[in-house]
């Protein structure tokens, strides 16, 4: 019989995978604000299209921009996170279902033990 289990990802942080991942943030960021600049110009167009619905369009459009805002707060918190992350430690990087066969006679805690995939600069170093 097979079965499904969760198996974590964990990432070696080296000064490779560091500046990638303050690339990535620092991108994201960039994309958030440009996306926030964009509503506010599709705010002001729709404003002047449609002059008696002003307080709804701006209510719609400031809780947009405020989301994004948020997550613009959350990577460069990240990005500090990211600077004071010691080389050589492990990050959670998510998990995946893996299948494992279970036959009578198995040992049911070793297949229900916590199981990790470690990765370091794209490359699985350890199965666990």
């Not at 303050?22 to 958030?32: A, D, V």
């Not at 996170?81 to 010691?86: K, M, V, W």
């Amino acid at each position: 019989m097979k079965i499904i289990k969760k198996v974590a990802i964990k990432k070696i942080v080296t000064d490779q995978s560091k500046a990638e991942l303050r690339e990535e943030y620092q991108f994201k960021i960039f994309k958030l604000e440009q996306e926030c600049e964009q509503l506010k110009f599709e705010q002001k167009k729709l404003e002047q299209r449609s002059s008696n619905k002003k307080a709804d369009i701006a209510t719609r459009f400031k809780k947009e921009i405020s989301n994004r805002k948020d997550q613009i707060k959350w990577y460069k918190y990240k990005l500090e996170q990211l600077e004071i992350l010691p080389v050589g430690s492990e990050m959670s990087e998510g998990e995946v279902d893996a299948i494992i066969d279970v036959e009578e006679g198995m040992n049911w805690d070793d297949i229900t033990s916590q199981r990790s995939i470690i990765i370091q600069d794209g490359t699985i170093t350890k199965i666990t």
